[in-house]
């Protein structure tokens, strides 16, 4: 097959010499799935289209940390993503929890045409403009999730709520586009180009015609799509794309922040902010200017940091259960009294993880966004 030999190529499959290190750093391995990279990584060498409808090939979450791990830099998360695409082609997708709703709503906003509430989330109390402006803050599908997700009293609207809030404390008055549609991480990652590259069209239009230089996002997958994947349909000058997270790290001594007493705080590193694009310090260095926080690393921390285990909505099973779990272990092992978040998908996934009645309150811990930490500590 062509395309597997194209694919070994990029992804460098072919310097694997069967060691098995990324099997046994791969997390969904450890909690015992059947996950194995090393069998798809040689599956491509072979060049049979048999290693696409593999059922595993969908259990990958996509995490990176093999990758980190790998003594000749196989490129697996990039190898992974090429053979979904080309599984999809072929009709194989993931078995997606709740039903692939999530999925539909972004191929709805792939076709156009819907009216969309983007902007029922804004209170009076924030300045925003619909159209042009120097400053584009990213929402997300942040307002999909919270709808999504009530039952589980997800709040990740707190955070971009808190993001705009920072920035007009700034003096910035950003954009935030009734107009904006999912920026397209997931159905990429699962295989369907086409439909990502009609979201990714529309918005990397949309920031241009507002005139932005700067886009901000709170969000780790948005992030990691607008400065990876966008890069191909970026046309003149584009913006400088930062996180929440780097953006209040340039900023913090513009802001007057007090303190409410001593606060202990764990963070969880996001794979996509991570892993993915190297961003560990500005989180830290936003939590330690913070007047009363003290930050206490959990075991696994930046580029050994565990996945929230659910970036893509394909894995949502007893394995991201194990991992969760372990993960809010490790949280609560720090003695911190407030799990800090810097991706929507990670509070999510963690806080369906604390809804399990068999697990009681030995999992269960405060979680909060970076930004909503931020911008409760604003004088």
Known sequence: ????????????????????????????????????????????????????????????????????????????????????ELAFREGVEPECPHGGALQSVMRMMARGGTQQDRLGWLGQELKTEKNKGAVFYWTGCTMYYDAFFSDLQVTTLNGSRAAVRLLNALGITPVVSPEERCCGHDLLWNGDRTSFEMLARHNVRLVAESGAELLVTSCAECLRTWRLDYTPYLEGKPPRILHISEFLAEHLGELKLRGDGSRRVTLQDPCRLGRHLGVFDPPRQVLAGVPGIELREMRHARQAALCCAGGTWSNCDRYAKRLQVERLHEARATGAELLVTTCPKCQIHLRCAMHDPRRGDEIEIAMRDLGEVVAGALA
């Open 1 to 84: 097959m062509v395309e597997l030999a194209e694919a070994a190529k990029k992804a460098r499959t072919w310097a694997c010499y069967d060691c098995g290190k990324c099997t046994a750093s791969c997390p969904v391995a450890r909690v015992g799935g059947d996950t194995t990279p090393r069998r798809h990584v040689l599956g491509t060498n072979a060049g049979g289209d048999g290693v696409l409808s593999d059922g595993t090939l969908f259990s990958c979450l996509t995490c990176g940390l093999c990758e980190t791990r790998c003594p000749v830099q196989v490129s697996y998360t990039a190898l992974v993503r090429t053979l979904r």
